[in-house]
Every structure is written in structure tokens, then in C-alpha cells.
């Protein structure tokens, strides 16, 4: 299957500060990248989806001005945690689908751990 | 909107023995169906997929699954269970007529295999 590879795996950030959490398609072009966030023993829940050059489209209740979504490129996704608190620590996962992919699923990338202190 | 119950949260199993992982899913139209495997700290990896056709659907490691729509479940199974199974289950459910990766999840389903 299609290879999405997510950086960085784990990360520890101060109260206060921005994380930025990239995600890309190594084999194929993303047209549409999605992230979900997982906190503790909890399921995966959709946090926003976003196009290749269009803004993304949030769920209800995740704040796009905290969540900053950047999809600039067809192999590219950034998520920027910004003003990152404690609350915020968790598991952040994209996942991508477009051509070359196959187009009939979305493939997910490692996961990245956020830890705010 | 779509939504997806697992109703077990902790199943435990011998190694050897048949597994089934329940799914039930709540949409008015024919879903695209789901189920990932994914280990502690680790993405997610797709064991199958329901779009349309026939309602038992063949996946990896051994896995199936069947698709009931009278019953609203796409119940995942597998005949032998092996140890390196151990790992936490997830039903998704996508909505037809939009992006196969926007999926709504279940809970999850872990999976604990005694040797």
C-alpha cells in the first residue's frame, strides 16, 4: 500500500509555545489529508480535512485558529498546534487519500504524541 | 450523521481460538465499512473494506468480515487467533458520495490473546 509518513513521532512542548506536526505522502499524490486526534484510551476523532491548496474544513468544536492546517502541497500536510496547553496533549494521526493511492481508502501515518508541560 | 458502536471493549482470547469483533453502524445509506488494527503508540493499518459487491469481504492476516444490512454490522472475525493479534480494534464507517478517508470511528476494540 500507499507509504504516509508522519514527523515527528513524539514530541514534548512547553505551556505556551507552537508544535508543528508534518505529514506526507511518499508514493503518491495527496489530493485530500485528513487529521484525527486520539487522546487516552479513546477513539480516533476527525479533527479537519483539507484539500490540496484550499483551506480546510473543520469539525464542529475544533478551533481552526488553534489547529492551523496547511495542505500547500500534493505531498504535504502540516497541522500547528498553537498556544499548545496541557488539554492539548495527545495522539495526532493524519491519514491521506488521493491518485496513486488507489483512491478507495485513506492511509495513515505513525502517529504523533504530543506532550505539553 | 453517521456513528459506529463496538460494544466490546476488552475481549480476551487463547491463542488458537476463533475470534469475532462486533460493529454496528447507524447510516441511512449503503456505507463504505471498515476495521483497523493498531498497536500501542502505532498509526493505524487496514485489515478490510466494505464498499459494495459481495457482503463477506476477505482481508489480511487471516481476517473477514461480513457486511448484514439488515442488521446494520459488518462483524469482523477470524478463525485462529494468534498472539501477535494482541492489539486494539477499530470499525470505521464513511459516508458515501464523500472522501473515502473521512471516517467516523468506533471505540475501539482490545484484543487480548492468552497463549
Known amino acids: 500500500g500507499a507509504v504516509v509518513s508522519q514527523h515527528p513521532s513524539w514530541v514534548i512542548c512547553k505551556s505556551g509555545t507552537s508544535v508543528k506536526i508534518e505529514c506526507r505522502s511518499l508514493?503518491?499524490?495527496?489530493?485530500?489529508m485528513f487529521w484525527y486526534r486520539q487522546f487516552p484510551k479513546q477513539s480516533l476523532m476527525l479533527m479537519a480535512t483539507s484539500n490540496e491548496g484550499s483551506k480546510a474544513t473543520y469539525e464542529q468544536g475544533v478551533e481552526k485558529d488553534k489547529f492551523l492546517i496547511n495542505h500547500a502541497s500534493l505531498t504535504l500536510s502540516t497541522l500547528t498546534v498553537t498556544s499548545a496547553h496541557p488539554e492539548d496533549s495527545s495522539f495526532y494521526i493524519c491519514?491521506?487519500?488521493?491518485?496513486?493511492?488507489?483512491?478507495?481508502?485513506?492511509?495513515f501515518g505513525q502517529g504523533t504524541r504530543l506532550t505539553v508541560v | 450523521a453517521q456513528s459506529v458502536t463496538q460494544p466490546d471493549i476488552h475481549i480476551t482470547v487463547s491463542e488458537g481460538a476463533s475470534l469475532e469483533l462486533r460493529c454496528n453502524y447507524s447510516?441511512?445509506?449503503?456505507?463504505?465499512l471498515f476495521w483497523y488494527v493498531q498497536s500501542p503508540g502505532q498509526g493505524l493499518q487496514l485489515l478490510l473494506k466494505y464498499f459494495s459487491g459481495d457482503t463477506l469481504v476477505q482481508g489480511i492476516k487471516g481476517f473477514e468480515a461480513e457486511f448484514k444490512r439488515s442488521q446494520s454490522s459488518f462483524n469482523l472475525r477470524k478463525p485462529s487467533v494468534h498472539w501477535s493479534d494482541a492489539a486494539e480494534y477499530f470499525c470505521a464507517v464513511g459516508a458515501s458520495g464523500t472522501s473515502y478517508g473521512k471516517l467516523t470511528f468506533g471505540q475501539g476494540t482490545i484484543l487480548t490473546v492468552h497463549p
Open positions: 508514493d503518491f499524490q495527496a489530493t485530500t
Open positions: 491519514s491521506a487519500s488521493g491518485a496513486g493511492g488507489g483512491n478507495t481508502e485513506a492511509f
Open positions: 447510516y441511512g445509506a449503503t456505507p463504505y
